[in-house]
């Protein structure tokens, strides 16, 4: 499975951004997939993910209330909605698909990873 994400860019504190990730090459409704996002210097995270019918999501507490992960099965895409976009959001936002796992928060239960999109939050 190819994965390729799109849509970041650089925004001020308080704004909103939407990042979407492509899916080709195998079955899509396969797998749960997610989204993890890596800052300069730390490890990645998970942020969140969506069962395979698009049925049910779980978020990371930090981002509760202000993200939203959503698929869409006959485009092959999942995005995250992100609003109120605080500086600390600033990583690299990559998505992730797993065929054994669902709501997974470890980045090793996941076997394709697009090459991810830089979120900057910045005044």
């Known amino acids: 499975m190819q994965l390729a994400e799109s849509g970041g860019g650089l925004v001020q504190p308080g704004d909103f951004l939407r990042v979407t990730c492509a899916a080709s090459?195998?079955?899509?409704?396969?797998?749960?997939m997610a989204w993890f996002r890596q800052g300069l210097g730390r490890e990645r995270e998970f942020v969140a993910s969506?069962?395979?019918?698009?049925?049910?999501?779980y978020y990371a507490e930090s981002v509760k209330d202000r993200f939203t992960i959503s698929r869409d099965n006959t485009k092959n895409t999942v995005s995250l909605q992100m609003n109120s976009l605080k500086p600390e959001d600033t990583a690299v936002y990559y998505c992730?698909?797993?065929?054994?796992?669902?709501?997974?928060?470890?980045?090793?239960?996941?076997?394709?990873w697009g090459q991810g999109t830089q979120v900057t939050v910045s005044s």
């Open positions: 992730a698909a797993a065929k054994y796992y669902t709501h997974s928060v470890q980045p090793s239960t996941y076997e394709y």
């Open positions: 090459g195998r079955p899509f409704t396969n797998y749960a």
């Open positions: 969506i069962d395979r019918a698009a049925r049910d999501a």
